[in-house]
């Protein structure tokens, strides 16, 4: 009887009630339109625990499409309670390179199972830290934010804010922590997540505290500067 409940909660309750944004950002290299991503986040149940999904779907546009075509897709599942990762999943493709992340649970902890290396949950990866700032203010402090896991490699995390009015500027900045991280999944990673964690970059991110929106977010590294806003 309580497995029918379940079932029948999952099909035709849970829908109704469970939450689904979606949002598109422009992003610009020199001012040019070069790639747009999607952001959707849901309500779901995951391993009987209240959850939320973030995917992310990245693609090239206008003339980079023709020499540097990139279709990027990641999927995070966090614990709605504690923001702790309960999966992850990626599947990317650009010239010369393509990644196939998935994991799986195995006694209570987390591995990749492209190599079986385990990772503490309780990490953000950037895709939940993102969405950790758009729906929290830093202050609050709901998670600690010293360390940010990507695919393997652990991360010092320095976070300093200004706040103005209804916006919160982040200033991330990250720096290997060679004590802490594992062999990583894939030596070459995705244009994108190889990026955000280059030695010396500066990401800024812009939440809207009245709408709890990234309203956009600045990637600089040397004279290269990234730009994705909200459309």
Not at 10 to 27: D, M, S
Not at 132 to 156: A, C, H, T, V, W
Request: aromatic share 16%; charged share 25%; with cysteine.
């Amino acid at each position: 009887m309580e497995i029918k409940f379940k079932i029948l909660f999952v099909l035709f309750i849970f829908p109704i009630i469970a939450q689904c944004k979606n949002y598109k950002y422009e992003v610009s290299i020199f001012g040019i339109h070069c790639a747009d991503i999607f952001i959707s986040y849901s309500d779901t149940i995951y391993n009987d625990k209240k959850s939320i999904k973030i995917d992310y779907r990245t693609q090239t546009k206008s003339i980079y499409e023709k020499f540097f075509f990139v279709k990027n897709d990641y999927t995070t599942i966090i614990d709605k309670a504690n923001y702790d990762i309960l999966s992850y999943t990626k599947n990317t493709s650009q010239p010369k390179l393509e990644n196939k992340i998935t994991t799986f649970f195995k006694n209570d902890s987390l591995f990749y199972l492209n190599n079986n290396k385990w990772f503490n949950t309780n990490y953000l990866n950037i895709f939940s830290l993102l969405h950790y700032l758009q729906m929290n203010k830093l202050k609050s402090r709901l998670k600690p934010l010293d360390f940010i896991e990507r695919e393997g490699n652990i991360y010092n995390m320095i976070i300093d804010y200004y706040e103005i009015e209804n916006r919160i500027k982040y200033i991330l900045s990250l720096n290997i922590n060679e004590e802490l991280s594992n062999e990583p999944v894939y030596k070459k990673t995705d244009i994108f997540t190889w990026g955000i964690f280059l030695p010396n970059a500066q990401n800024e991110i812009i939440i809207n505290t009245t709408k709890n929106e990234i309203a956009s977010c600045k990637f600089s590294v040397g004279l290269i500067n990234v730009t994705a806003k909200l459309k």
